[in-house]
């Protein structure tokens, strides 16, 4: 009984880490979606978004019924939370890829970035992506200082972030409101999505030491 129970834990991370690697491929995906106006890429990360929904809700069912059957304590308990919790921000970072991809929908076929800005998302891009494939890892091997290192990377994201705006918000900028809007919205939602992968791996350090490092900010989409 025990071995079958501890076989569910170990099944209850793989699915995280699972569901953590979709939704970077999500993300991969939505942004070349959005950087070449491919339409038929970015109906694919939409209709593929449902699926990620489909393993957060088994993983609640699952962890929901080790709670109730099992009542687990110390780290067992601790794994079980930590994986509802990083369930419902990995949802939000298949959702953020949605976003990115239904942007590049509703423009098509033309491109929803400027000329100027294309450079920046390529690189928040690829920096979401290897947030989501780290913080993967992290669920699979429970390391503690992979999963800390993780913030030198979201600060990356932060500072191209941080100077998207300087660039919108410029007084020559030439691309009009509606593409400044576009642009604005489209940033956050990278920024959030490496917030998410962020918090995922600061859960694997719940984990393994009973203690859930800070937060930089409120995940509050």
Request: charged content about 30%; some cysteine; proline content about 3%.
């Amino acid at each position: 009984m025990r071995e079958a129970y501890h076989d569910q834990l170990g099944q209850l991370a793989d699915q995280l880490a699972d569901m953590c690697g979709m939704a970077g491929d999500a993300m991969e995906r939505a942004t070349t979606a959005l950087l070449q106006a491919d339409l038929g890429v970015a109906e694919q990360v939409i209709g593929d978004d449902a699926k990620i929904d489909d393993v957060r809700a088994g993983i609640e069912e699952q962890a929901y019924a080790l709670l109730a059957l099992q009542a687990p304590v110390a780290t067992d308990l601790r794994i079980v939370l930590a994986v509802i919790h990083a369930a419902e921000s990995v949802e939000r970072m298949g959702d953020l890829a949605l976003h990115v991809a239904k942007a590049a929908r509703r423009r098509h076929p033309n491109h929803v970035l400027s000329d100027t800005v294309q450079p920046y998302f390529a690189e928040m891009g690829r920096i979401a992506v290897e947030l989501a494939r780290e913080a993967t890892d992290i669920i699979r091997t429970q390391d503690v200082e992979r999963a800390r290192s993780l913030e030198d990377a979201d600060d990356a994201m932060d500072d191209l972030h941080r100077h998207l705006f300087t660039v919108i918000m410029d007084k020559d900028w030439p691309h009009g409101v509606p593409s400044a809007v576009d642009t604005t919205l489209l940033g956050r939602f990278y920024e959030r999505f490496a917030d998410h992968a962020v918090s995922v791996a600061k859960r694997t350090v719940f984990v393994v030491t009973g203690r859930m490092p800070g937060y930089s900010g409120e995940l509050d989409d």
